[in-house]
């Protein structure tokens, strides 16, 4: 597993807005780096590719909306309801590219999902276990 192919799946992950919403990467009580070339990121990398499985827990920001624009996507959701439907996400399967009907696509599961007030508008943050990488 190489930091480019992590790269590609965060940025698939995080569509809406751009790969720095990418807060951690966390494996167990380590935090990792995307870039840093350290002892943790050395060895788990030696780990995934000896065939081991890892599960990391990633922060994200995964949804934002300002106010009066539409996102990349052209979604724009009614401001009254965006807090629940932040929470709505908690326990849910972490998806690539929202396909839905493809369960291949499944990566892992959202843990936590908040709305969280930014200056001109929201974003959604989660916390999210990733198992398939």
């Not at 992590?6 to 780096?33: F, M, N, Y």
């Amino acid at each position: 597993m190489s930091v480019p192919r992590i790269q590609e799946i965060a940025e698939r992950l995080c569509r809406s807005v751009p790969l720095s919403a990418l807060h951690c990467v966390r494996v167990g009580d380590c935090t990792l780096s995307l870039t840093d070339d350290n002892e943790e990121r050395t060895g788990l990398l030696a780990r995934l590719a000896a065939g081991e499985r890892i599960e990391l827990d990633i922060e994200m920001v995964a949804f934002r909306q300002l106010t009066g624009e539409m996102n990349r996507n052209f979604i724009r959701f009614q401001d009254d309801q965006l807090g629940e439907l932040a929470t709505s996400f908690a326990n849910k399967p972490l998806l690539i590219d929202h396909r839905q009907r493809d369960s291949t696509k499944r990566i892992g599961t959202v843990l936590s999902a908040v709305m969280v007030a930014i200056d001109g508008g929201v974003e959604f943050r989660m916390t999210a276990r990733v198992a398939k990488l």
